[in-house]
């Protein structure tokens, strides 16, 4: 068995946390990918609940895609994404080594 996933570039993204009201990810935070997983030594905490609705906006970021439809900010360079609570807002990055 083959991991397609993995072999497409880009594959690291940078999920910040810019503000947050939630105590399960603070502002600051920062959560990396590398591909499709969570690098966990490089990460904060994960809420799978605010990961899941934001993982569009990681798709498009690991695949390059910039779109402002989607709140893509050209001058941050980023997607900006809020969790389903409305609390924590995310910052979403292709990032480099």
């Not at 605010?50 to 970021?61: D, G, H, S």
């Not at 695949?63 to 609390?87: N, R």
């Amino acid at each position: 068995m083959t991991n397609e996933c993995k072999a497409t570039l880009p594959s690291l993204v940078e999920i910040k946390v810019t503000k947050s009201e939630c105590p399960a990810m603070p502002a600051g935070d920062v959560l990396i990918l590398e591909g499709p997983s969570i690098n966990y030594e490089k990460s904060g905490s994960v809420c799978l609940t605010a990961l899941n609705a934001i993982y569009p906006w990681v798709m498009l970021t690991r695949f390059g895609v910039k779109t402002s439809v989607l709140d893509y900010d050209e001058q941050q360079d980023c997607y900006h994404a809020i969790c389903p609570c409305g609390i924590v807002g995310f910052d979403i990055r292709n990032i480099t080594i």
